[in-house]
């Protein structure tokens, strides 16, 4: 039968955002019932999803880690300046492992409803299975990547072969076997199409590979390397000036961003960001880069991307991608010369007619970004208003986020979502994730505890402080280039309904300016917010 469990937190998702989330609330408030929900089987969230081949951050491995726990920090050695996603997902279960955070996550439990009722100020969520789970508060750990999304191509369960997408990656793969001999497809050339792709062209038992690309994508060259024993040993003293440092950068990276304008420099040093003219400059650079190290003409013009700048789309970093088309076994169809028509049994076919044979078909199409997780909960909140619906629906009308258009106070609280948090949700800067998290849970802690010391079973924000931020939000984020084209970070994702016009759903301002405002909010006693 149905079960019902009640708490004062309730926390879904287990990435690093979820165990953060958990670890603080036990520290700050040992009497609380807490509890995590997780769709998976193991801690890791995106680590745990995400183990195709070439996966890893590109993120500085030493500016990764939990800054709370210091003996952790000081046992790990990071092997790799970027590591890739096997040594990060046994990081994060060391966490987990040293503070038995496990004991209270439940796995394998899939949210599909959430009712706020608003006399007893709670939430109550039913999993899959039927089982409800009440919480007064309630942290949004759902991840701003982790609703994969197929290519909205016809005949797409036709195919005969083995498919998958990227953050799907049969867990029991392995290439040397399974691929031997395989054509192998790969639709996408975003951060993981690229990440794959690579390695995949690495692996010499396969026959072939084809990737399909939509759009071509500006790539930088990662320079990873090895981190050896005494240089980890060196780095492992540096912890508390790598923390400071990523708290002063824009992006929480340890790399600063040069302050001076682009009017103060000259052409050759101009923001590319913001400056078209800079921009066509390097993109131009880049451009003979890419046809430098491939070796056909043609396939070379088709990875120059034509349409937008280096830099206005996340820029995926790369380890010998584009030397990978110089294999004789591996080719590239341009998609914007010969679109996909359907996908058959065997393959996929372009609009010149031909079939491309394949036996294994990868999805490397990117996600539901942002708002995405949030969307595949039913959600009832206050008024029984729905959170996201297409606005030429009934629903559409009452919606909160209609159109998947976020509206946040902070990025971390959202209208008629009474004492729901979020970390990494929209309208929060994400660059340097593990930094941005910590700080969000720090905000949220610290609004937990104003509601625990004044006895308040109820926090919402109010519309003009909604208001306000959202202008905030949408300033911040005027001049950048990045807006002028469509990508996850401008909220457009085609394969998804609704989400086909351009939103500003992340924070495009720097993390410092952020914090601050968290901080003046706390200072001035939480205005913007309505307790009871
Ligand atoms: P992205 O960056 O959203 O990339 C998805 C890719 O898939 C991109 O090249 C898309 O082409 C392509 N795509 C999507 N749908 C289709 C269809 N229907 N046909 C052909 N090609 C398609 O996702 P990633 O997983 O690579 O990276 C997400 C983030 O994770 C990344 O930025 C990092 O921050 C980590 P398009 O460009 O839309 O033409």
Same mark, same amino acid.
């Given at each position: 039968?149905?079960?019902k469990q009640?708490y004062d937190v309730l926390?879904i998702g287990?990435?690093?955002? +979820?165990?953060?989330?958990l670890?603080h609330?036990?520290q700050?408030?040992?009497?609380w ?6 769709a ?5 969230g ?5 183990r ?5 951050f590109?993120?500085?491995?030493l ?22 996603q096997?040594?990060?997902?046994k ?6 492992e ?5 004991? *209270?996550?439940?796995?394998n439990?899939?949210i599909k409803?959430a009712?706020?009722n &608003?006399?007893?100020h709670t939430?109550t969520f039913?999993?899959e299975a039927?089982?409800?789970?009440t919480?007064?508060?309630f942290?949004?750990?759902l991840?701003f990547?982790?609703?994969p999304?197929?290519?909205a191509?016809?005949?797409?369960e036709?195919?005969? +072969? ?7 990656w049969?867990? &029991?793969?392995d290439?040397s ?6 054509? !192998?497809?790969?639709?996408g050339?975003?951060?993981t ?6 390695a ?6 396969i026959?072939?590979?084809?990737v ?6 500006w790539s ?7 981190i050896?024993v005494?240089q ?5 003293k540096?912890?508390?000036?790598i923390f400071?440092r990523c ?6 990276f340890?790399?600063?961003?040069d302050?001076r304008k ?11 960001y ?7 400059l390097?993109?131009?650079f880049?451009a ?6 491939v ?8 990875l ?7 830099g ?5 970093l ?10 004789p076994?591996i080719?590239l169809?341009?998609l914007q010369?010969?679109p ?5 049994? @065997?393959g996929?076919?372009?609009? *010149?007619g ?6 294994v ?5 990117g996600? @539901? ?6 969307s595949?909960?039913d959600?009832?909140?206050k008024n029984g208003?729905?959170l996201?619906?297409?606005s030429d629906?009934?629903? +559409?009308?009452?919606?909160i986020?209609?159109d ?7 990025? !971390?609280?959202?209208p008629?979502?009474p004492?729901?948090?979020m970390?990494?949700g929209?309208h ?16 949220i802690?610290?609004?937990l505890?104003?509601?625990k010391? @004044?006895?308040y079973t ?5 519309q ?11 300033e911040?984020s005027? +001049?950048?280039l ?10 457009v994702n085609k @394969? ?13 301002g ?5 914090r601050k ?8 006693g939480?205005?913007?917010?309505v307790f009871?």
């Amino acid at each position: 039968a149905p079960t019902k469990q009640t708490y004062d937190v309730l926390i879904i998702g287990a990435g690093l955002s +979820g165990l953060c989330s958990l670890y603080h609330i036990r520290q700050r408030f040992p009497g609380w019932r807490v509890k995590v929900i997780e769709a998976g089987a193991d801690v890791g969230g995106t680590w745990y999803w995400n183990r195709y081949p070439g996966c890893r951050f590109d993120s500085e491995s030493l500016s990764y880690g939990f800054s709370f726990d210091k003996e952790i920090l000081e046992e790990w050695h990071w092997k790799e300046a970027f590591s890739p996603q096997p040594e990060t997902y046994k990081y994060i279960q060391r966490v987990a492992e040293k503070h038995n955070l496990c004991k *209270d996550i439940q796995f394998n439990t899939v949210i599909k409803t959430a009712l706020w009722n &608003d006399a007893e100020h709670t939430w109550t969520f039913v999993d899959e299975a039927g089982n409800e789970h009440t919480t007064t508060f309630f942290i949004s750990c759902l991840g701003f990547l982790s609703s994969p999304t197929l290519p909205a191509i016809v005949g797409i369960e036709d195919f005969k +072969g083995e498919a998958f997408h990227t953050s799907r990656w049969p867990k &029991d793969l392995d290439m040397s076997r399974d691929f031997a001999n395989k054509r !192998i497809g790969l639709i996408g050339t975003g951060a993981t199409g690229i990440q794959t792709a690579t390695a995949i062209s690495r692996e010499p038992s396969i026959k072939s590979q084809c990737v399909f690309q939509r759009t071509a994508n500006w790539s930088a060259p990662l320079r990873n390397s090895e981190i050896s024993v005494e240089q980890m040993d060196k780095h492992k003293k540096e912890y508390d000036a790598i923390f400071k440092r990523c708290a002063e950068t824009p992006s929480c990276f340890l790399h600063q961003a040069d302050p001076r304008k682009s009017t103060e420099v000259s052409n050759e040093e101009r923001d590319t960001y913001t400056d078209r003219q800079a921009n066509e400059l390097y993109s131009e650079f880049m451009a003979n880069k890419i046809r430098e190290r491939v070796q056909d003409p043609v396939v070379a013009e088709s990875l120059i991307p034509k349409n937008h700048g280096f830099g206005t789309r996340r820029v995926p970093l790369e380890s010998g991608y584009f030397e990978a088309f110089n294999k004789p076994n591996i080719s590239l169809v341009d998609l914007q010369k010969t679109p996909a028509t359907h996908i058959t049994a @065997n393959g996929i076919v372009t609009s *010149d007619g031909k079939e491309h044979g394949l036996d294994v078909l990868i999805y490397a199409t990117g996600f @539901n970004a942002i708002t995405g997780a949030f969307s595949a909960i039913d959600w009832h909140a206050k008024n029984g208003r729905p959170l996201i619906a297409s606005s030429d629906t009934k629903d +559409g009308e009452r919606a909160i986020w209609a159109d998947h258009k976020p509206s946040t106070f902070l990025g !971390i609280t959202a209208p008629a979502m009474p004492n729901m948090f979020m970390v990494l949700g929209p309208h929060q800067p994400f660059g340097n994730a593990t930094r941005s998290i910590e700080h969000a849970v720090g905000v949220i802690s610290d609004m937990l505890q104003h509601c625990k010391n @004044n006895d308040y079973t109820y926090v919402e924000p109010t519309q003009k402080a909604v208001d306000e931020w959202s202008q905030h939000v949408v300033e911040c984020s005027k +001049g950048a280039l990045i807006n002028e084209v469509d990508s996850w970070m401008t909220g457009v994702n085609k @394969n998804v309904k609704g989400k086909t016009s351009r939103s500003v759903a992340r924070y495009a301002g720097s993390a410092l300016e952020f914090r601050k405002r968290c901080e003046d909010c706390k200072l001035s006693g939480y205005r913007g917010f309505v307790f009871a």
